[in-house]
């Protein structure tokens, strides 16, 4: 069992990074510039990327002028979709509740946790695709953002 911090890994956290990074570049952007802007090993970002082009969220071109670009206007993404994606198809809170893993907790009938967790991937779902790539890259007011997140 992989301990994680959060509810999502890094690939999800990162991947929206990436994402946003291309919407506010046009044309082919390349892993390099990605990885200098953001900070992120073009190692792992070559992981990142990879699963979002398998994912259809973005294309990839090899050569010289090649690199990455999104393949739909940002408004045309939401962010539930880009962590689905990144996250390998769940945004389970609880590993209970991630059924793709294909075991069943042997609690499942008896535990009193299970509806405030199923509660909560429901709302952390429905609040996820209710935003929009778009969201991310049209700040008003970074400074009122920087302060809200340090709340968190």
């Known amino acids: 069992m992989t301990h994680m911090h959060g509810m999502f890994s890094t690939k999800g956290r ?9 919407a506010t ?8 510039d ?18 979002l082009v398998k994912g259809d969220l973005v ?14 206007d940002p408004h045309n993404y939401t962010l539930g979709e880009i962590l689905r994606v990144a996250e390998g198809g769940s945004l389970a809170p609880v590993n209970c509740l991630d059924c793709k893993k294909g ?21 952390t779902s429905q609040f996820l695709d209710s935003k929009h790539l778009s969201d991310l890259i049209v ?12 709340s968190i």
């Open 14 to 22: 990162y991947a929206l990074r990436v994402m946003a990074d291309l």
């Open 25 to 32: 570049h046009d044309g082919w952007v390349s892993l390099g």
């Open 34 to 51: 990605v990885s200098k802007r953001q900070g992120i090993s073009r190692k792992y970002l070559e992981q990142v990327t990879a699963v």
């Open 59 to 72: 294309e990839s071109q090899r050569g010289k002028g090649g690199g990455y670009k999104l393949n739909r």
């Open 103 to 123: 075991t069943v907790c042997s609690h499942i009938k008896t535990c009193t946790t299970l509806p405030i967790w199923r509660e909560l991937g429901m709302i």
């Open 139 to 150: 700040s008003k007011n970074p400074e009122a953002d920087i302060e809200a997140l340090a």
